[in-house]
């Protein structure tokens, strides 16, 4: 059937899924993927138990354990015994209800948006949840991705649909080339310093133009993971042919005929000419550089080149307040350079930044040099199977020579849910997403930056411009 | 889930933007796998001081506060991640309600599943709500979800809020979503039929 209003990305995914919708009622959408991880699932399983229900489609749904998991000896029990619980839970009830578990041990293990990904499971045109708000990395594909709370993952569970109240679409264009030493995560850095923790509420963002285009699938997914930092329901970049190559070959990819097929399907997942947003942000790549965080959320941004921001140059009475809370907890001064500032821990991880590429500009960034004296570093990998390839690439020589501690893969210090954690008041410079007031750690003081700006502030103990590195 | 239908109680204010998950349940207290015991540890790390005392400079602490029901709200309320444990929370510790200008959109979806009202109001009214909340003793608001109508004794405040009829007509009658959605399961059964292929690419 011909359509003849032009269509964005967003509108097309979202048709294709449309289960029913009545007037006066979320519309209730079809789940291809449904990713599951120990936090957030127990309650929700519980209720089907309850209930006397099955998981509808278990060959749509899959487990990791990935969050409260150790990132040492993995031949060592987990010690908390309220994380081994939860831990327990997902294995028993995984078991019960016949979906597919990635435990401790499994060699396909890792975080979850990290595995989805690799495994090809992540493709064009689906629409992806998950008990977790980063959920949106899956976005990078073409894929609606969006994060869910408990209950509404034992609504999937049961049923595979969710209910949905339409978001508005959001373009944010990124024009021109990045410039040298600007990485995916300082894109996503510059937008959410631009338009703020709240700047794209109630909205899907599709990212646009030569910047985003140019980036790896890598890249694309450290851009789309952070949609939610922005306050996005979820973020999308449209698949091309560095998509389709990425996907190729992977174990839950199409095969030959069927991924051909697929291919021809997924090149029309695209934002058609003369379709319209709701809204539009455009940004010059040029006017990008390494960005560093200074306050406790991620809108709090500066460049490396800047100063921490005086609050008495403040927008309003709320933002100055905000900022003076933000400065007192931090413990920064204004109008210092944020180069002034020492730290106390490095971790390059998390969903955001722990894919190869990450570790290898890490890596590039440290080799022969030595981690600063005052800096406890250290690298996770996102899945085994990444740290399979980059010890393979002789990675891990690399930083562990240089001093860092090289771990098993997981959340780890992202959110401090596992051993993994800073003590008050010690600061890091974080390749993660969040930098609440103790996210990483009661009182833990977060500094988020890309992993070449990590892998740099570990050497010289301090941030520093990694253009000048 | 317990209905919603009319609600009277103490307010109390929380005069800050961008109030996140993390500070609402900070991470450590997700390990639970029950949905209840969560009131607890409701904004644990601005509640209690490093030695475990009650912090007395936080408001939530006052004891004029106590028993409050109501909670008033800066913008963005519940931003961050999508940990439904921060409903569980806020409805653990006795909140029915929060009021703020916005919220952020998975922690506003959340709160449905779970008997919790939040009610979307202007700033203007909201920084009121927030300053009779300080100078009013005991200051309490009726809520009125048929009528979706808020007004406090003297009728100084009195407005009219918006909610989709789907989810207010949930509140109202406690309804489970699952069950709601399973009445219309020859829905989903077609869908799966015609237009999914099962693991492969949509057409359309």
Redesign the interface.
Known sequence: MAQHKPRTLFE?IW???V??DQA???T?L?V?LHLVHE??S??AF?GLRI?G?NVRRT??TVAVMD??TPTWDLSLPVK?P??K??LD?LEKNCSEFGVELYDRFSPLQGIVHIIAPEQGRT????VIVC???HTSTHGAFGAFAL??????V??VL????L?Q?K?RTMEINIDGPAPTGVSAKDIILGIIGRIG??GA??HVIEYTGQAIKDLSMEGRMTVCNMS?EA?A?AGMVAPDQTTFDYIRGRS?A?KDA?FH??TE??T?LRSDPGSVYDSRVAIEAKDLEPFVTWGT?PGMVIPVTGKIPNPNNAFNE?EK??WE?ALSYMDLKPDIPITDVAIDRVFIGSCTNSRIEDIRAAATVVKGKKVNDQVYAMVVPGSVSVKEQAENEGLDRILIESGFDWREAGCSMC???NPDILQ?KERCASTSN?N????QG??GRTHLVSPQMAAAAAIEGRFVDIRDW | MEPFIKHTGLVAPMDRANVDTDQIIPKQFLKRIERTGYGQFLFNDWRFKEDGSLNPEFELNKTRYKGASILAAGPNFGSGSSREHAPWALMDYGFRCIIASSFADIFYNNCFQNGILPIIAPNNIVTEIINKSRSDNAYRLNVDLKNLKVWDEDEDIVFRFKLDEFRRNSLINGLDDIGITMQHENDILDFERTRHKHGGVLTN
């Open positions: 097309k048709q294709s899924h289960v029913r006066g009622e979320p209730l079809y291809d936090v957030t127990p309650q519980d209930a229900r060959d749509l969050h409260n908390d309220i994380a619980q939860q839970a493709q064009p045109g689906k008990g977790d708000s994060g869910i709370g408990t209950s509404e034992e609504h049961a049923t595979q649909t209910r109240k978001p923790v709240a509420a109630g939610i306050g329901r839950h199409p069927e097929i697929a399907q997924w029309r959320n709320i307040e905000s809370r959110l401090g849910m008050p969040r609440f007031e103790g996210r009661k009182g």
